[in-house]
Nanobody, 124 residues
Framework: QVQLVESGGGLVQAGGSLRLSCAASGRTLNSYIMGWFRQAPWKERDFVAAISRNGGNSLYTDSVKGRFTISRDNAKNTVYLQMNSLKPEDTAVYFC?????????????????WGQGTQVTVSS
């Protein structure tokens, strides 16, 4: 089992940047494919990005391509989400998640472990 804790959220103006971190404990992070999801008020939890165990492959939802970058440091048991050119529609609670899937996946049901989330608010 793995425990996940997100950090790095906050309030930022449109066009600004934030870097989210997800620290894992309990098991080594390289056992899992890692993903980031987000949930805006009154909406479903949506896929943002995912990264393979060795960091060689990644997936992004179309709305963040070219603006967000997912990365991982297995030695530090940490996954990151660098968010640039932020827009008000990026406002949400961001969650990291871990899955034993073979390849990066986009569905929430495929992920086995979740963090508590960190709030990102982008003002216009």
């Amino acid at each position: 089992q793995v425990q996940l804790v997100e950090s790095g959220g906050g309030l930022v103006q449109a066009g600004g940047s934030l870097r989210l971190s997800c620290a894992a404990s309990g098991r080594t992070l390289n056992s899992y494919i890692m993903g980031w999801f987000r949930q805006a008020p009154w909406k479903e939890r949506d896929f943002v990005a995912a990264i393979s165990r060795n960091g060689g492959n990644s997936l992004y939802t179309d709305s963040v391509k070219g603006r967000f970058t997912i990365s991982r440091d297995n030695a530090k048991n940490t996954v990151y989400l660098q968010m640039n050119s932020l827009k008000p529609e990026d406002t949400a609670v961001y969650f990291c998640a871990a899955t034993r899937a073979i390849v990066p996946v986009t569905t929430t049901a495929a992920y086995d472990y979740w963090g508590q989330g960190t709030q990102v608010t982008v003002s216009s």
